[in-house]
């Protein structure tokens, strides 16, 4: 069931007279097991709510409606269905004591899949959650899959569970499911020979598996005991070969690239990352592969628009990433980035290898700004912070805005957009 968090005024459910903290139990005889459960449900235009009220009172709601209209009730937030495997890279594991909550959180959640395109693994779904997800044509979502040969997939899992993930891939898109795929490409472990049959057996399921992205396994000082270790620049280089063989087929086949290399492993491998046209309406944004070519476009829009010709402007950011903003100052030459400097942040909270702008904290941050300067203004990226202002550390926006003395600090998403302000 379901408890209402708010309603909506001038809605049905106000009408009704329902209030926050009522549970919805079922609809039209179907038991509402959380808030996508109740969206499917609701959309019937004859409706037998069965609802259970604050004071322990049941009712049982007769109503009629247009099939588009809604009740008018925002659920509260589902419980996470939280993952049981135990990977060889955990992310989590590689998280220090201290951060953001969110941080540790092992989500596995199909809901959250749907809804914001985060990877799951499939491994805590049985039949009916598949059936289910078929039914209501929770579309797309995204799936870590790793590997496809059943023993390799669930020795990365680290679970005796999982091995069947062709088996179900199959059933959502004969289903009508269509699916974003992933490998997080551990060298000795999913590489090499492993990679390519993951790519063909994927590729074999047809048209509904809409894309295939390949990360790098990403380890901080935390996790660094894990029987996995980073790729080395010929490996990366190896695995952004076996994607373009598989593009290359893709793009006479279907017409787009289909394959594609995460970001991180062309910056591991020492290549310039791809132009737009390689990552075709850029699906996987949020997921690291294209951001930084969109980051980039945006930065060679600023210079080209003179925002950092005359004002001193630090741009603070992880050190791979500062080598690419200098190479495209370095191109657009002097003139356009006379009053730029790139200050590359060492994250020594989660250790040198881990360089996400997401990630950097506040203290470091801080420590960037005081070992340099002057300047005009000092930008960084908005994911540094939370919705509360705060680092992942704690540090707070305000002690970066002391550090920064009579600087503006902006916190943005474009660099245009920003320094125009």
């Known amino acids: 069931m379901i408890t209402i968090e708010s309603i909506n005024p001038g809605s049905i459910a106000e009408a009704l007279e329902l ?15 959380d808030g996508i459960d109740f969206r499917f449900l609701e959309a019937d235009p004859r409706l037998d709510v069965e609802v259970s009220e604050p004071d322990g009172g049941r009712l049982l ?7 588009a209209e809604l009740l008018g009730i925002v ?11 135990k990977c060889v890279f955990c992310f989590i594991d590689g998280n220090p004591a201290g951060v953001r909550r969110s941080l540790y959180l092992r989500d596995d959640d199909f809901r959250l ?17 598949i059936a289910r997800l078929i039914e209501q044509r929770l579309s797309p979502l995204y799936v870590s899959v790793h590997a496809t040969e059943p023993w390799v997939r669930e020795r990365i899992l680290g679970v005796a569970r999982g091995g069947d993930v062709m ?32 790519v063909e057996d994927l590729w074999g399921l047809g048209e509904r598996v809409r894309s295939l992205s390949v990360v790098p396994v990403g380890l901080t000082r935390h996790n660094a005991h894990r029987p996995v270790r980073p790729l080395s620049p010929a490996e990366a280089d190896a695995g952004i070969a076996a994607v373009e063989a598989a593009r290359a087929r893709a793009s006479g086949a279907r017409g787009f690239g289909w394959a594609y290399a995460g970001d991180e492993l062309y910056l591991i ?31 060679e829009a600023a210079l080209a628009a ?105 916190f943005a998403d474009s660099f245009s957009d920003a320094l125009a302000a």
Not at 286 to 291: D, F, I, K, L, P
């Open 61 to 67: 709601l007769e109503i009629e409606k247009d099939a």
């Open 167 to 198: 088996e179900r891939l199959a059933q959502l898109v004969e289903g009508g499911v269509d699916v974003h795929t992933q490998v997080v490409l551990c060298p000795g472990w999913n590489d090499g020979p492993h990679l390519d049959r993951t």
């Open 306 to 410: 003179g925002a950092f010709r005359e004002r001193g402007v630090a741009v603070l950011t992880g050190a791979r990433m500062a080598g690419v903003f200098r190479d495209a100052a370095e191109r657009a030459g002097p003139g356009a980035a006379g009053g730029l400097r790139v200050l590359p942040v060492p994250n020594r909270l989660f250790g040198a290898e881990v360089t996400a702008a997401g990630l950097m904290t506040g203290r470091d941050a801080v420590d960037a700004l005081r070992a340099s300067g002057p300047f005009d203004a000092v930008l960084l990226p908005s994911t540094t912070l939370n919705g509360d202002g705060v680092f992942i550390d704690d540090v707070t926006r305000e002690e970066v805005e002391r550090a920064a003395g009579s600087a503006r600090v902006l």
């Open 113 to 129: 899949s749907f809804a914001y395109g985060s990877y799951v693994t499939l491994t805590n779904l049985g039949p009916r959650g």
């Open 269 to 299: 491998a020492g290549r310039p990352v791809p132009a737009s046209a390689y990552y075709d309406d850029e699906p996987l944004l949020e997921n690291g592969v294209g951001a930084v070519r969109a980051t980039t476009r945006d930065f």
């Open 75 to 85: 659920p509260a937030p589902d419980p996470v269905r939280e993952c049981a495997n």
């Open 19 to 33: 209030r926050v903290g009522t549970r919805i139990v079922r609809i039209n005889g179907e038991v509402v097991r």
